[in-house]
């Protein structure tokens, strides 16, 4: 247990230039606490004590603003960055090295059973702001930009944008974790092709128009 403690503040210390010691993670760090507090929750939950869990998760929330469900099953070396406004449903699965940052939603649609949350898979990030839906898998490595909302399956190693999202596959290679700004946008991509087509038309008139002088 001590290990799996050093190991999710040397994850914390890895992934943010802010923090300056370990210290400062254990007790000013929201994502830290809302993360520990969920591993004890999870235990009265395995132990057939559903009220103690939620006792817990819920005590955590109004002390971090990070909402995770007792249910919820979360890998190793996560870590929340800035973590206010995070909510992680009950089935919600998140495996190993996964980056969150804050407003996520990982949530579920209103309308499933069962398994209602997303599947995380490892080494994933998913910006401020974006919202998984539903029982959908986010494959290995994928980035899932800032703001996004994403109701369909990610392949791995791809990038999603917009409302609702678009995958954009980035040469088969991750993208940094910590760069939530440098993101290919589809929507403009397909503006500018749309331009250079048009231009090339007008020359094209213009060409048939000196010829027919």
Known sequence: MFESYKEDIKSFMDHDPAARSPIEIVLLYPGFKA?????????????????????????????????????????RRVVIDHGSGI??????????????????????????????????????????????????TVGRNAKVAAGAVVVKDVEPNSTVVGVPGEVVRIDGERVDDLD??????????????????????????????????
């Open 35 to 75: 993360l520990r507090s969920h591993k004890k929750a999870r235990w009265f939950l395995d132990h057939n004590m559903p009220f103690i869990a939620r006792f817990i998760s819920q005590r955590s929330a109004h002390k971090t603003g990070i909402e995770i469900h007792p249910g919820a099953t979360i890998g």
């Open 87 to 136: 909510v992680i449903g009950e089935t919600t699965e998140i495996g190993d090295d996964v980056m969150i940052y804050q407003g996520v939603t990982l949530g579920g649609t209103g309308k499933d059973v069962g398994k209602r949350h997303p599947t995380i898979e490892s080494g994933v990030m998913i910006g401020s702001g974006a919202k998984v839906l539903g029982p959908i």
């Open 180 to 213: 939530q700004i440098h993101i290919p946008d589809p929507l403009m991509n397909a503006i500018r092709n749309n331009e250079e087509k048009i231009k090339s038309l007008q020359d094209e008139i213009e060409k048939l128009k000196e010829q027919i002088k």
